[in-house]
């Protein structure tokens, strides 16, 4: 509001405040109806003589002053205080000293009061908006003992609003949004504002809205402040925003009113109202042959005025020339059409391909008028490329027959070059996958051949990788698989399952199953496996044993009578010759070891070893133990004499070295403290004693001269001549302990026309040695030989 409207508005709201407090004290002093004016300090007054007795008793006792509620203008900001009211009693007559006391809010501060006259002024400018009324308490007492004359009333004095607080908008500003081709009167959103002033009193704070700014698109409710769509159309692709201004205006909209202003920002939302759109109607793509399936050959795109889901489209091939060799696929994040490869292409059929693509919209709107869609053409161009050479197969199944000879044909493959050119192919096998160089193939003409005999019961498949490889550009190379079969000839004998050991009872009975024989055939025949088994011509009319076939692939071998005994026969070894049904047929002889055992009468094994019958025949129990009785006592002896010699010290001369004993005892050590239990000296190298050298382990009791012994070392007589010597002496030696002791002798001969297998103290390496020799000394040295000779192949390789 201008300042000078606001002076004027308060200069006539002062003169109507004088004409009040003239005209107050009358109207406040007015007694109210039914009261009486005669005025008393202590009780009431009686009535009127012509009321009646029941008039008199309704009659109540009065205060003896009487005043009405007051009033004070806010804002009022005069040069002197401004006279609220005044306040005046009965008991202020004559000449008596009264005084008016004032208590309560603001008293003192803010209201004042003459204690003469009664008079309340406002001290100060009073905002109706921080306070609206306040409650004060008035009092007569006497002026010289301030001795209450009256009890206090209460009263209240109020703040009157004048219009001084402008609307406001405490929210705002605002934003709000609304889909674009909303209808118009479509609610966009609702603002409020708020006025400080009392709504109660006058129009200071009804308020009246209207637009400032937002025309021709947006209009607002003057009462309830909601903004509408006021412009048909709009359209979020011409424009997304608009800024609108509303005003706010108290006193219900007339002259002289205070008013405040917000802004309203409104957005449009997007609606799929625009169709995808091609950038251009024909895409020319050139795409190589060769490339690989599922690569990218081209992209295209359709724009979309829309934004986020409103813009997403899918791509389709409606038409084309053979939709089964391109697909098409959408790039979610730039919203492409990516043309990838479905099926290989091949220059030399088909050199071009057209293709029809369909770009649709995936979001449906009801009022947009879709779904939307637009179409394109696309023409693709192949390229020529030198291509690998294409195998009539990507597998090949082939195959042989076990022990063929080396260079049988087993099969061809065969390859071409797909280009116009037509370059020549050579044929080759991956080592890798034939690492033991068991077939051969031409170069030209793609035959494989047998460089090595094949084994079925060794491996029945292999699997090779044949290349093929043009002449004209050595790198493009194709790859098939060859497995190649080995069939099955009868080159295997059957032999037994297992290698039986069969146990004969003495007791049993003739024609007693003794052993179940069943065979094997590492063959694999088509119409399966079928044995004959029978007896070595020389044992078919042996008196021991037969055999009985069991339609099964097997034979029971049965005995022929019960008179088997061990003391007369421990062991019995029975041939069977087994022959299968092969062409031609093998047959393998195989022995079936039966031992003759003992066996309970159950037929259960208990002893198969010979018994020795060493008790002659009337050999009596007493006997018997007095014989036990006297080996007992010979131990009991030869025990304790062999303790008693362990007790003796043993004699050892300085000069003397015994080298060739070691002596046990059947006691234990003391331990490291031990020093007299055994002489280490006799663990040296007896090479450098010269004849023969007495026992120390015990002491003897007759002395015996030695003779010159032989001297033998490694350049001397044999190592068997050297042990016979050495037994001889020690056999006629008196002064041997009776218990067995250890001749330790440290001379090895003079060494093997074979030589050391060690290569510990060989001056030579390993590849300096030959090993071929391990191969001619049989059988059981044939694994030592191939173990070495492998060694010796990787060194060279």
Same mark, same amino acid.
């Given at each position: 509001?201008?300042?000078?409207s606001k002076e004027m508005l308060v200069d006539l709201w002062t003169s109507l405040l004088l004409v009040w407090i003239t005209c107050a004290p009358c109207v406040s002093m007015t007694p109210l109806i039914g009261q009486s004016k005669s005025t008393q300090t202590g009780g009431s007054t009686a009535a009127a003589s012509g009321l009646g007795e029941g008039q008199r008793l309704l009659s109540r006792a009065k205060r003896g002053w009487v005043w009405n509620q007051m009033f004070v203008l806010e804002e ?15 008991? &202020? ?67 009157? &609003? ?306 093929a490889t043009e002449v004209r550009n050595h790198s493009q190379i194709s790859r098939a698989i060859v497995a190649i079969r080995v069939m099955d000839i009868n080159d295997n004998a059957p032999e037994f399952a297992t290698e039986y050991e069969a146990f004969l009872c003495e007791n049993g009975k003739p024609g007693q199953v003794i052993q179940t024989v069943s065979a094997v055939d590492k063959d694999d025949p088509i119409q399966g496996h079928y044995f004959d088994y029978r007896l070595v011509p020389e ?69 198969c070893n010979v018994e020795a019958y060493v008790l002659p025949i009337g050999l009596s129990m007493g006997a018997l133990i007095a014989i036990l009785a006297c080996i007992i006592l010979l131990l009991v002896v030869l025990f304790v004499t062999l303790r008693r010699h362990k007790n003796e010290p043993l004699i050892i001369k300085d000069d003397e070295d015994v080298r060739e004993n070691i002596i046990r005892y059947d006691d234990e050590g003391g331990g490291e403290e031990d020093t007299e239990a055994f ?119």
């Amino acid at each position: 509001m201008p300042k000078r409207s606001k002076e004027m508005l308060v200069d006539l709201w002062t003169s109507l405040l004088l004409v009040w407090i003239t005209c107050a004290p009358c109207v406040s002093m007015t007694p109210l109806i039914g009261q009486s004016k005669s005025t008393q300090t202590g009780g009431s007054t009686a009535a009127a003589s012509g009321l009646g007795e029941g008039q008199r008793l309704l009659s109540r006792a009065k205060r003896g002053w009487v005043w009405n509620q007051m009033f004070v203008l806010e804002e009022f900001s005069g040069p002197d205080p401004i006279l609220v009211g005044r306040l005046h009693t009965d008991l &202020d007559v004559g000449g008596k000293r009264i005084k008016y006391v004032l208590a309560g809010e603001g008293a003192g501060t803010i209201f004042a009061i003459n204690e003469l006259t009664g008079d309340i002024h406002a001290m100060k400018r009073l905002d109706r908006e921080e306070k609206a009324e306040y409650t004060l308490t008035a009092q007569v007492v006497n002026a010289d003992t301030d001795e209450p004359l009256e009890p206090p009333s209460e009263f209240i004095i109020k703040v009157q &609003d004048i219009n001084d607080n402008p609307p406001q908008f405490i929210e705002g500003p605002y934003r709000a949004s609304i889909p674009e081709m909303s209808a118009v009167g479509t609610p966009v959103t609702r603002v409020t504002a708020t006025d400080a002033d009392d709504p109660v009193y006058g129009n200071s704070a009804k308020l009246v809205y209207s637009i400032l700014e937002g025309q021709p698109y947006f209009s607002v409710d003057p009462n309830s402040a909601t903004i509408k769509i006021a412009l048909h159309e709009m359209d979020r692709e011409m424009r997304e925003e608009y800024l609108v201004v509303i005003q706010a205006k108290d006193m219900g909209g007339h002259m002289g009113g205070l008013s405040g202003t917000t802004t309203v920002t409104v957005t449009l939302t997007d609606i799929n109202d625009n169709p995808p759109k091609f950038s251009k109607s024909l895409y020319d793509f050139v795409i190589p042959e060769d490339l690989p399936i599922g690569k990218t050959g081209g992209k295209v795109k359709a724009n979309d005025r829309d934004i986020g889901d409103n813009a997403k489209s899918t791509y389709n091939i409606i038409e084309g020339d053979d939709r089964g060799v391109f697909e098409i696929a959408t790039d979610a994040q730039t919203q492409e059409g990516i043309l990838r490869l479905k099926k290989p292409l091949d220059f030399e059929s088909k050199k071009t391909y057209t293709l029809k693509v369909e770009a649709t919209n995936i979001v449906f709107e009801p009022n947009g008028g879709g779904p939307f869609k637009d179409t394109a053409t696309v023409k693709i161009v192949v390229e020529d490329s030198d291509e690998p050479p294409i195998f009539t197969k990507p597998v090949y199944l082939l195959e042989v027959n076990e022990n063929a000879p080396v260079n049988t044909a087993i099969g061809t493959v065969n390859g071409r070059d797909p280009d116009a050119s037509g370059s020549l192919v050579r044929y080759s096998i991956d080592r890798h996958t034939d690492l033991e160089r068991q077939f051969n193939i031409n170069v030209d003409d793609g035959k494989i051949t047998l460089a090595k005999p094949l084994d079925r019961e060794t491996d029945l498949w292999h699997n090779i990788t044949v290349t093929a490889t043009e002449v004209r550009n050595h790198s493009q190379i194709s790859r098939a698989i060859v497995a190649i079969r080995v069939m099955d000839i009868n080159d295997n004998a059957p032999e037994f399952a297992t290698e039986y050991e069969a146990f004969l009872c003495e007791n049993g009975k003739p024609g007693q199953v003794i052993q179940t024989v069943s065979a094997v055939d590492k063959d694999d025949p088509i119409q399966g496996h079928y044995f004959d088994y029978r007896l070595v011509p020389e044992m078919l009319n042996n008196p021991n044993f037969t055999i009985k076939n069991n339609a099964d692939n097997s034979i029971s071998v049965l005995a022929k009578h019960d008179t088997f005994r061990r003391q007369k026969q421990e062991m019995y070894f029975l041939p069977i010759i087994v022959t299968d049904n092969g062409n031609p047929a093998m047959s393998s002889t195989n022995t079936l070891t039966i031992r003759v055992c003992g066996c309970s009468k159950d037929g259960i094994v208990q002893s198969c070893n010979v018994e020795a019958y060493v008790l002659p025949i009337g050999l009596s129990m007493g006997a018997l133990i007095a014989i036990l009785a006297c080996i007992i006592l010979l131990l009991v002896v030869l025990f304790v004499t062999l303790r008693r010699h362990k007790n003796e010290p043993l004699i050892i001369k300085d000069d003397e070295d015994v080298r060739e004993n070691i002596i046990r005892y059947d006691d234990e050590g003391g331990g490291e403290e031990d020093t007299e239990a055994f002489d280490i000296a006799t663990l040296q190298n007896p090479d450098g004693i010269n004849g023969y050298l007495p026992r120390k382990d015990i002491k003897p009791d007759l002395q015996f001269m030695p003779r010159a012994g032989q001297h033998s070392g490694p350049n001397g007589v044999d190592v068997d001549e050297f042990i016979n010597v050495r037994l001889h002496e020690a056999d006629n030696d008196p002064t041997a302990p009776p218990y067995d002791s250890i001749q330790i002798y440290g001379y090895e001969g003079r060494g093997s026309m074979a030589g050391s297998l060690s290569s510990l103290e060989t001056a030579s390496s390993d590849s300096d040695q030959n090993y071929d020799y391990l191969r001619e000394w049989g059988p059981r040295f044939r694994r030592l030989g191939e173990l070495y000779a492998v060694g010796e192949s990787d060194r060279e390789t």
